[in-house]
C-alpha cells in the first residue's frame, strides 16, 4: 500500500537578515508537523528556502557594498546551515535564484500571458520599497507607510498586470465554502474583509522596469522588465514540491500531483494578503487546485515590539542553544505561542517555563521512574502484579492525552498539544507521588504494590517518548533509548543516565 502524502511549506526567507526566532519558530513547527505525520506513516515533505530577488536585496547589498548575488550566497548558505545545526532542515531548500525556478517562472508567466492573465497598462501610485510595492489609501498613516514607518515614492511607470480582480468573486465563494482553508478563523474572516471591500484590492502588477531594478527574474515576453519579487516567490512552493514549468498543470509528476493535493502553508500574519488572496488565483491561472489550508501565526515580540532586522532585536536560533540548549528553546517556542496569536519571547520566560515543565515536570518524572527501577527492580521494567483502576488509569490516560495531541497537530495547535502533555505528565507524577512506591517496596506484603506502580510509570514513560519525539526529538530519542529501545515491557532492561533536562539559568550577556 503506498503511503498517504503530507506536504507542508513554511515562506521562503529574504535573503537580507540572519535567521532570527520568527524564521525559527515556522520551521520548527514545519519540522514538528512533518515528524508527526511520519510517525504515523505519511510519507512527508517540506519545503523552505530564500527569497533572493526584489528591491530590497538590492538596497540591503549595497549598504554592505556587496552585490545582490553575494548577499543571497552568504544569507542562504547561513539558513541552510542553522537549520541543518539545529536538525529542523526542509526536505527540499529552494533559493529564488537556483536555475529550475527560474525556468519554472518564466514559463508560469509566458502561460498565463498566453491565456490572457496579464495586462500592459500605464501606472502611478506611492511606492513603498520596504513592502516592495504600490500602497493604497489603507495602507498609509500620515502619508507614512503602516508597515515600514517611511514615506512612500511617488512613480509612474509601465507595468504588466495580472487580472487579479475578476476572480475575487470566486475566491470569495472558495474560501466561503472552505472554512478550513484558512486558519485560524480571525485570518479567514481578515481574508474575506480583504475581498468584501475591494479598495484595498485590484489587479496586481506583477513586472519591474529593468531600468530600475535589474536584480529579478526577466519577464519572458518583455526583456526590459523583471518579475515583481513576489509572484516569483510564492511559485518556489511549486519548484520546492518538483512542478515542471515545461509541461501542462494536468501533466505533472505523480509526487508534485500527490504533494500538491495535500499542500499546506505555514505563515506569519504580515504575508496574509500575497497568500490569501494572490496565490489561490495564481494558481487558478496556472491550472492548479488551491492549496489544501493555510496556518497563520503571530509574531514574536520583545518588549512588546516585534522582532525584527530593521529594529535589531533579533533572537539568534544559535546563540539560544549556546545558552539554554536548543530543545529547551525549541519546547519555549512550541509550547510559549498561541498558533495564532503574538508571543513575548524573554530569556526570563523561557528560563522558568524550562524549568517548570521540562525540568521539575518531565525530567523529574524521567528519573525519579528510572531511578527507583534501577534501585528496587535490579534495572529491569517489574511486572506488574494485580494492577487496580488506579494503574490501569494511567494508560487511559496516555490514550487520551493521544487524541488530544492529535487533534491539536491536526488543527495545528501545538501548544495545545503540548499542553497536553505535560497535563498527562503531572498525571504520572501525581500517580507516582500517591503509591509512593520507595516506601511500599520495603514491606513484603505492598512489594507487588511497588513493583505494579513502576511496572506502570514505564509503560508510561514510553507512551510520554512516543508523544514527545515530534516535539523534541532528541529528548524523545533518548527516553526510550533508557527504556531499553523497544517496546517497553516487563524484563526490559533500563538506565537512568544523566538528568535529561537540568534546571537552566538565566544567561546575562557581559
Ligand atoms: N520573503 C517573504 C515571504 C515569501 S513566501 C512566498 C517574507 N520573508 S521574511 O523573511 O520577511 O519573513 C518570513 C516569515 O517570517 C514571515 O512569515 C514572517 O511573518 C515571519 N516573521 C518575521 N518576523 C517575525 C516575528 N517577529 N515573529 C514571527 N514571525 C515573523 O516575508
Known amino acids: 500500500m503506498t503511503k498517504p502524502t503530507y506536504f507542508v511549506t513554511t515562506p521562503i526567507y529574504y535573503a537580507n537578515a540572519e535567521p532570527h526566532i520568527g524564521h525559527t519558530y515556522t520551521t520548527v513547527v514545519a519540522d514538528t508537523l512533518v515528524r508527526w505525520h511520519r510517525q504515523r506513516g505519511y510519507d512527508a515533505f517540506s519545503v523552505s528556502g530564500t527569497d533572493e530577488h526584489g528591491e530590497k536585496m538590492v538596497e540591503a547589498a549595497a549598504k554592505r557594498g556587496i552585490d545582490p548575488e553575494a548577499l543571497a550566497r552568504e544569507t ?10 539545529i536538525d529542523v532542515a526542509p526536505s527540499k531548500f529552494i533559493r529564488t535564484s537556483d536555475d529550475v525556478h527560474k525556468r519554472n517562472v518564466q514559463a508560469v508567466l509566458q502561460k498565463v500571458y498566453d491565456n490572457g492573465w496579464i495586462e500592459q497598462r500605464e501606472y502611478e501610485g506611492l511606492y513603498c520599497i520596504g513592502c516592495e510595492r504600490f500602497l493604497t489609501e489603507r495602507d498609509l498613516v500620515d502619508g507614512k507607510c503602516r508597515d515600514h514607518e517611511r514615506v512612500p515614492e511617488r512613480r509612474r511607470e509601465v507595468n504588466y498586470f495580472f487580472r487579479m480582480s475578476r476572480e475575487f468573486g470566486w475566491l470569495r465563494d472558495h474560501i466561503e465554502r472552505h472554512p478550513e482553508f484558512i486558519r485560524p478563523e480571525r485570518y479567514r474572516n481578515e481574508a474575506l474583509a ?3 471591500d475591494e479598495s484595498g484590492l485590484g489587479d496586481l502588477s506583477i513586472s519591474r522596469p529593468k531600468s530600475r531594478l535589474s536584480w529579478g527574474i526577466e519577464l519572458p515576453f518583455d526583456r526590459d522588465h523583471v518579475c ?3 509572484f516569483d516567490a510564492l511559485l518556489s512552493y511549486l519548484t520546492g514540491a518538483g512542478f515542471d514549468g515545461a509541461r501542462a498543470a494536468d501533466a505533472q509528476s505523480p509526487e508534485f500531483g500527490a504533494r ?3 499542500a499546506e502553508h505555514l505563515i506569519g500574519k504580515d504575508i496574509l494578503k500575497p497568500h490569501a488572496i494572490f496565490w489561490p488565483i495564481m494558481l487558478k491561472a496556472i491550472g492548479l487546485a488551491p492549496y489544501r489550508r493555510l496556518h497563520v501565526h503571530g509574531y514574536w515580540n ?3 515590539r516585534k522582532v525584527s532586522k530593521s529594529l535589531g532585536n533579533m533572537v539568534s536560533p544559535l546563540a539560544m542553544r549556546e545558552r539554554y540548549g536548543f530543545e529547551a528553546f525549541r519546547y519555549f517556542l512550541l509550547r510559549e505561542m498561541s498558533f495564532g496569536l503574538d508571543a513575548g519571547f524573554s530569556e526570563e520566560a523561557l528560563v522558568e517555563r524550562v524549568n517548570a515543565d521540562l525540568a521539575n515536570n518531565l525530567g523529574n518524572l524521567v528519573s525519579r521512574t528510572l531511578n527507583l527501577v534501577e534501585k528496587l527492580c535490579e534495572g529491569a521494567v517489574p511486572a506488574p502484579e494485580a494492577p487496580d483502576a488506579d494503574d490501569r488509569a494511567v494508560l487511559e490516560h496516555a490514550d487520551a492525552a493521544r487524541e488530544r495531541v492529535d487533534a491539536a497537530l491536526e488543527a495545528v495547535q501545538p501548544h495545545l498539544a503540548l499542553a497536553a502533555i505535560l497535563e ?3 498525571a504520572v507524577n501525581r500517580y507516582v507521588d500517591g503509591r509512593a512506591p520507595w516506601k511500599t517496596a520495603k ?6 504494590q511497588a513493583r505494579t506502580t513502576l511496572h506502570f510509570a514505564c ?3 514510553g507512551r510520554l517518548a512516543a508523544l514527545l519525539a515530534p516535539f523534541l526529538p532528541a529528548a524523545a530519542a533518548e527516553i526510550a533509548a533508557r527504556l531499553g529501545g523497544g517496546a517497553v515491557a516487563a524484563g526490559a532492561r533500563v538506565s537512568k543516565g544523566a538528568p535529561l533536562f537540568p534546571r537552566v539559568e538565566l544567561v546575562r550577556e557581559a
Open 76 to 85: 542562504s548558505a547561513s539558513f541552510t546551515s542553522t537549520w541543518r545545526a
Open 194 to 196: 480583504m475581498l468584501r
Open 228 to 230: 515583481y519579487v513576489w
Open 260 to 262: 500538491w493535493a495535500a
Open 302 to 304: 520583545v518588549d512588546d
Open 424 to 426: 498527562f505528565s503531572s
Open 443 to 448: 514491606q513484603p506484603d505492598t512489594a507487588g
Open 459 to 461: 509503560l508510561a514513560l
